[in-house]
Structures are given as structure tokens and as C-alpha cells.
């Protein structure tokens, strides 16, 4: 009989949104994001593993939860907005169920909406909010949480080491002041890494990170176990690698499970589909025909949209169910082969955008909902479903050490989505603003007043400027005269308060509007731009 599991298995879900916020428009299509991602995404997450520990059921997930998606689940003006458009959802949604009401197969998927939307309401807008929910799971051991650059500045390109720097210590003073501590670990904004970075993570009190495959395949010198152990960098960041196994089996557009012919359409929606009358009410004010996230049709196969057959959520449920069993199967097969290998346990790391669960793949939550119960039924797993900070609490500091390869995720895995001929225009000006940040920071070290308040946004328009969502967005094609006009206004903001501040005449009604439409991270400290912030092992050693 087998005595023990053979190797362990960590998902880990990157949960992030840029940070949209605008108060002077009623509706406005970006935000948009933010809210379908809460209805589709993070509720049915939380939900699960709620559900999932009331049932006495482990289900060790580990959440990067970004700092610009948690000021937006805490700003006023945005919830206020996010209940509106839940509520106008789950009208939407009341409505067509009593419509369809006894018209299979299309009754049932309207009846799904009706709980999706109503459940959503309830949990993110009169139930507390998500962030106390949250935090309740990480206090009770539920679910291992972890920051993220604090706007997702993409290191590789940033032009100065304390850019970086203030990336890193603003995540963590905005992660403790979510969630009432320091982060021990971070989600590298799309995993880059560059050398030198391990530093730059502990001196603000982050011992653990993560990279693509091949940022561990081609480190120096190649760890003994490849990705499926984590290594420790000559500093002592802890550095877990991408299995890309696992996330081909999820992600790949031919081999990945939420092609499969059984699963929802996405992008066959009611808002194209319905006759305009029956849904104007319920668009935008400019009327335009968009999505409304109420859809009746699945995947069916490589087939015109109109041809798509009617989704049957029993079916697509079933499926899930078996995908999880292979997707268990495979990872128990693979930890097995490499114990074998490496003579000592592996660690597999499957790490998803969040936004995947829910939003694009409608039966993500259930699939992870699925593999937990799996996973638990066994009686001699070979396989143990483990967070990464568990499994180093339990294995103890890597043995390897490594300096990990600079690279990325994303396509050809070393910048070329951050940093190409769509693009490359924006980083002379972003590196401009840099520069010109950290020498202001330097220049007013002990700041008080209309200068501190000054200097602070200052420092908000430097950082939601080096946003990498905005070179993603314009590599994509997609939202590119949003996330250009993003770009451009943070930078003429920034300069704008800079030219008031060296005047020697803080423009205040500039900066009052600046802090009205930018007015993330209310803690934040403009020193972090300038290396004079005490890092968190002075800090200590001072407490001492």
C-alpha cells in the first residue's frame, strides 16, 4: 500500500483589473470590466470556497489580488455604480426568466442568470463587500492571498531601479492596509523579472514570488528539480516556476477545456440577439448594442455564430465535472513521474488570470468547485492540493540555488507584448516621468501641506502611467484610443503638478481634480520613489 502523497499542486489565480474610475460619467463602457469581472469572477470564486469549507472540504487557492482591483472594491463611487449595474443585470435577468418560463431548453439558462446576478448583488454590495470577505478566508486559513505590483507596472521596462521600488512598496503598505498585514508574497506584474529584483522584494519584506517556465528552465545555474521545486535566489527570494503542463491543458486554444463544445459561447450574447425594444433599457446611455452577459448559447464547435446550438447548463456542469477528473488524473500521473525522477517531492504551480474563471470560461469556478471534491474523495491521494506558502511551511527553504532568467509570460515570453512597434512610443515619456518623479522625491524629502498632497499625486499619475494594461491593451488592438488617452492623461497630470510644484505654486485646483479622478492609495508616501524609505528589516531591527 502507498504510504503518503507523491508530489503536491497549487492553483494560483491572478486577479487584476487597471484601475477605471470615472465619476463624471453615468456609465462608461470600461468600467464595464470591473463589474462583469465581480459578478462573473470574483463572486463565484469566493463563493466556492465558502461553500467548500462549510462542507469540511479543503480547497487551498492562492489569490494575487492587485492593488488597483482592491482600491476599486473599496471606492464608494464605484460601488455605487456596480450595484446599479447588478441590479439592472438582475432585473434584466427576472424578466427574461419569466419570459422563457417553460420554454426548454432556453428556461433553464435564463433561471441560471436570475441566481447569477442576484447572487453577485447580494455578496458585493449588501452582504459587506468582497475585500472583508476576503480577508475572512485568509484569517481563517481558506485561502492564501498575495499583492501584485501596485499598477501593474511591468518591471523590465520601467526606467529606474526606484520606479520599481515604489511598484513594490506600495502594493505592500496597500495590501496591509486591505488586510491587515504585510504580503509575504507577490504576482510579478505579467511574472517580469529582471535581475536585481530579488533584492528590491525583500527589502520590503516579500520573501516569495513567481515566474514563467523558462524564467527557472534557463536560470543560473538550472535548478536540479526544473519548475517543479521552488529555488532560492543568492539573496533568498523564493522563487516558484510556471508548470507549463498544467496551463496548457487550461489555456491552449486547441487542447484547453474551455473549448469544449458543451461549455458556454461567449461571445453569442442577448444584447446582440434580442430585439432592440425589449433590451434599449438596459444599455448604455449612448444605446449602442453591446454585451450584456446573458447567454443562451454553447461552443457547439468551429461554426458561425448563428449556428450555435442552445448552452444546457446540466451538460456543461457534467463536463466540467469530468474535466476536473482529468485535469486530477493527469496532475497525480505527473507528480508520481516526477517524484520518481527527482527522488522528493515535487510542487506543480498552475497559475491562471482570474478572470479566465468566470468571465471567458463560464464553468471555471465550478471546474476548480469540482477538482477540490475530487481531490478530497481520495482516500490515498497520490496528489495534495497545497498552497505554495503551505508547501514551504511544510518542505521547508528550497535547496536549489538560482538566479532566475530575465522573461516574462505572454507571447514569445520575454517583453514582446509589453515592448513592440504598437507601443514602444510611450516609454520615452514614461521614463521622462520617472526620472523627473524621483528627483522631485529627493528634492522634497520632508514634505508637509499642499506639497505633500502635491508629491503624492504626483506619485499616483507616475505609477497608473506605467500601467502595463495600457501597452497590453495597445499590442491586443483592442480598447487602444482608451488606453492611449489613459496614458497621455496620467502623463499630463503628472507634468502639470510637477511644473506648479517647481514654480514654487502648488496648483491646488489642479490637484484637487487630479485627486478627485485619480484617488487611489490614500496611504501612499512619494518617498518610495526616492530610497529614503526604511525597508521593512530596518523597520524591524529598529522595533527591536
Known sequence: MRRGHSGAHGFLLHAHLPFVHHPDHGDFLEEDWFFEAVAECYVPIIRMIERLAA?????????????????????????????????????????EAERLSGAPPFDRTAKLYVDLFSDALEAACRGGGLLPRLRRLRDAGLLSLVTCNATHGYAPVLGRDESIDAQVAVAAANFEKHFGSRPEGIWLAECGWIEGLDEILLRNGIRTTFVDGH?????????????????????????????????????????????????????????????????????????VRRNLGLKYHRVTGDVDLGLKMPYDPAAAAARADEHAGNFLFNRERQVAHLAGLFGKEPFVLSPYDAELFGHWWFEGPLFLECFYRRASAIADPVLRPESPAAFLERAGEPGDVAEPHPSSWGDGGYSFVWLNG??????????????????????????????????????????????????????????????????????????????????GRPDERLLAECERLDPLFPEIDYRAFSGLLESVEEVVEGDR
Open 422 to 503: 504598437a507601443n514602444d512610443w510611450i516609454y520615452r515619456h514614461l521614463h521622462h516621468v520617472e526620472d523627473r518623479m524621483a528627483e522631485a522625491a529627493r528634492d522634497f524629502s520632508a514634505a508637509d501641506g499642499i506639497v505633500l498632497r502635491t508629491l503624492n499625486q504626483m506619485a499616483r499619475e507616475c505609477l497608473l502611467a506605467a500601467s502595463s494594461d495600457w501597452p497590453f491593451v495597445m499590442t491586443m488592438g483592442t480598447a487602444v484610443p482608451y488606453a492611449e488617452k489613459r496614458f497621455r492623461d496620467h502623463v499630463s497630470r503628472f507634468l502639470g503638478l510637477e511644473a506648479s510644484l517647481r514654480a
Open 55 to 95: 462542507e469540511g472540504i479543503p480547497a487551498p487557492l492562492t489569490m494575487s489580488v492587485s492593488p488597483p482591483l482592491c482600491e476599486m472594491l473599496a471606492n464608494e463611487s464605484l460601488g455605487k455604480k456596480l450595484e446599479r449595474f447588478l441590479a439592472s443585470r438582475a432585473d434584466l435577468a427576472e424578466r
Open 215 to 287: 524564467g527557472l528552465l534557463r536560470a543560473d545555474p538550472a535548478p536540479s528539480t526544473g519548475v517543479h521545486r521552488p529555488v532560492r535566489t543568492p539573496a533568498g527570494l523564493r522563487v516558484f516556476g510556471r508548470d507549463d503542463e498544467s496551463s496548457r491543458q487550461v489555456w491552449s486554444s486547441k487542447e484547453g477545456y474551455p473549448g469544449d463544445a458543451s461549455y458556454r459561447e461567449f461571445y453569442r450574447d442577448l444584447g446582440y440577439d434580442a430585439p432592440y425594444a425589449r433590451i434599449r433599457r438596459y444599455l448604455h446611455s449612448d444605446g
